[in-house]
């Protein structure tokens, strides 16, 4: 894990069942003004000092394979946050908790795939909050080498409802409660006022055969009473028809659907036409983006009001950002969503070379914008990240064609917050370089080019952020269309080792990208001006970010 407290912490962690060792990680803490000079390596294996490890978003511990994200969730009975995701070979659920989103404490592995329903593997899924706990259903594959017919829908419940963390799972004796038609990802279950009744619907995803059509099927419980002890609740299905389909997208993969937080507060999912839903989908098949649509949900039907689904404009990410899931965090009232960040270089999904594989997102807010748009700005509390005394502030820097380094407290590793100020002009292509060395042999250009205030094309361009050759096929630029209007940009980058998540103008668009620079040296922070028509860069500010506590 890693540590930062007040005083000195010594942690053990094991690194992954590769290395499978305990490890002592040591941190010895200074006084706060010299905080901006201090640096916290996680651990002393060969993972410790990997300048690819993101320090403040999540990775499981034992370092391992992890993909999507499932079934988070806030209990209010304990103030805290569940985070479950897919770990290891074949894939089980781990689980974590945390007070802040932030800051986690990996608990033992929820579930296993120790059943011969899902001996393929315990995958992606979603937890509803009943009035009986914490619903968790799940797709359960019934073979190793498995086809689209092996994939059923399971549950599991608390084992130990008085547990705080909830640790110890029970899977239900009436698995798999769903066997046809196949299909994978149930979501998080709503009521509807439609029903009459305390039933729960959920979609899952589902694809033809000639993997040209896409869909999410629209689910109802039938035994919703908890009469008899509650046993057998929630475990008989029938099918609604279909939420959404597509003929264009190919097969849909971990959907979600949900109500954007409104005033009231978020309650009855059937509140009618007045009401924006989202229905969000990954799209292997497409481009290995998700992509989100908003609509009305009434009388249990759902209209659309976006664009279609798979339109560019509305992926959630137009970088490798993956198999999202929301939950609804009645503490806050907003919907938080984490993404699977996947490597972008080769990688053993068995057995993952490099000790661990995949990072979750920044936990990001799904915050309804004009036009029935959605945007996505990371969460408020990443600011708790920031080491105060190392901020700085530049203002009106030069603006000349070409590139050039600014100066930055973070001399040492690539843990960073960028927010800078553009004023645009038509014809330009402008923005921040990041994880650039002195002598400009590697960068990651994060920039956005102008035609007019409404047709702007955000972009990260990794093409010179390494020089390992091993990274080559994966160094592109990647990017989509800015929503904003007007011709100012906020742009706000965090960089963590491999990962770079950039947000323009608090998430109209968002771009995500993994990188891996050689040497040490790949640390500095730059703005640059591509075309002889300038942006003018209004401020620039930095902050060195601290370890997150993963333990």
């Known amino acids: 894990g890693f540590c930062l407290n007040r005083f000195s912490v010594c942690c053990n962690m094991r690194v992954g069942s590769l290395i499978g060792l305990r490890m002592p990680i040591a941190v010895h803490l200074a006084p706060l003004f010299l905080l901006p000079f201090l640096v916290v390596l996680p651990g002393s294996s060969s993972n410790a000092n990997d300048p690819y490890l993101a320090w403040y978003h999540f990775i499981p511990r034992p370092f391992d394979w992890m993909n999507d994200p499932n079934g988070p969730f806030y209990d209010p009975s304990t103030k805290k946050y569940h985070l479950f995701y897919q770990y290891s070979t074949p894939r089980l659920w781990g689980h974590a908790v945390s007070y802040d989103l932030l800051n986690w404490q990996v608990l033992p ?49 608390p084992a130990n409802l008085s547990d705080p963390d909830l ?32 039933s729960l619907r959920i979609v899952f995803a589902y ?67 007045s009401v924006t839903h989202v229905l969000k ?44 899931k929301s939950f609804f965090d009645q503490k806050r009232n907003r919907q938080v969503v984490f993404g699977w960040l996947p490597e972008e270089r080769p990688v053993n999904a068995n057995a993952p070379q490099y000790g661990w594989a995949g990072v979750q997102s920044l936990p990001r807010v799904v915050q309804l914008a004009d036009n029935f748009r959605i945007k996505t700005p990371p969460i408020t509390e990443v600011t708790s990240l920031r080491i105060t005394p190392s901020h700085k502030m530049y203002s009106n820097l030069q603006s000349v064609q070409g590139r050039f380094l600014i100066p930055t407290t973070n001399n040492l590793r690539r843990q960073i917050e960028i927010i800078a100020k553009f004023k645009l002009v038509a014809g330009a292509d402008c923005g921040l370089s990041v994880a650039a060395t002195p002598e400009w042999n590697q960068y990651t250009d994060v920039g956005i080019k102008v035609q007019n205030s409404t047709a702007k094309h955000a972009y990260i361009d990794t093409t010179k952020s390494s020089r390992n050759p091993i990274t080559a096929p994966y160094r592109k630029a990647m990017g989509g269309p800015l929503m904003s209007e007007g011709m100012s940009l906020n742009l706000r980058v965090f960089v963590d080792g491999s990962v770079v998540e950039a947000f323009y103008d608090d998430g109209y668009s968002v771009i995500t990208r993994r990188i891996y620079p050689l040497g040490t040296d790949a640390v500095g922070v730059g703005v640059y001006n591509n075309e002889a028509a300038l942006c003018e860069v209004e401020s620039v500010e930095t902050w060195w970010l601290r370890a997150a506590f993963i333990q």
């Open 109 to 157: 592995i929820a579930l296993y795939n120790d059943k011969h329903y899902d001996v393929g593997g315990v995958w992606s899924g979603s937890v509803t909050m009943t009035q009986e706990g914490p619903l968790l259903l799940y797709t359960c594959v019934a073979a190793l080498n498995w086809t689209n017919q092996d994939q059923h829908q399971c549950m599991a419940r």
């Open 167 to 198: 640790v110890q799972w029970t899977k239900s004796d009436k698995n798999p409660l769903i066997t046809t038609p196949w299909g994978r990802d149930p979501t998080t279950g709503w009521t509807s006022s439609a029903d009459g009744d305390s």
């Open 207 to 273: 694809g033809t055969t000639n993997h040209k059509d896409g869909a999410a099927i629209e689910w109802k419980s039938l035994n919703s009473s908890s009469a008899g002890g509650g046993g057998g609740q929630f475990t008989k299905w029938t099918r609604d028809g279909f939420l959404s389909a597509s003929s264009t997208t190919g097969m849909w993969e971990c959907p979600d659907f949900y109500k954007l937080p409104q005033t009231p507060p978020h309650d009855d999912d059937d509140d009618g036409p």
């Open 281 to 324: 989908a990954s799209l292997e098949q497409v481009d290995r983006r998700d992509y989100w649509v908003t609509g009305t949900y009434s009388k249990n039907k759902f209209s659309l009001v976006s664009g279609a689904m798979g339109t560019p404009s509305q992926r959630f990410d137009h970088g490798p950002f993956y198999a999202s």
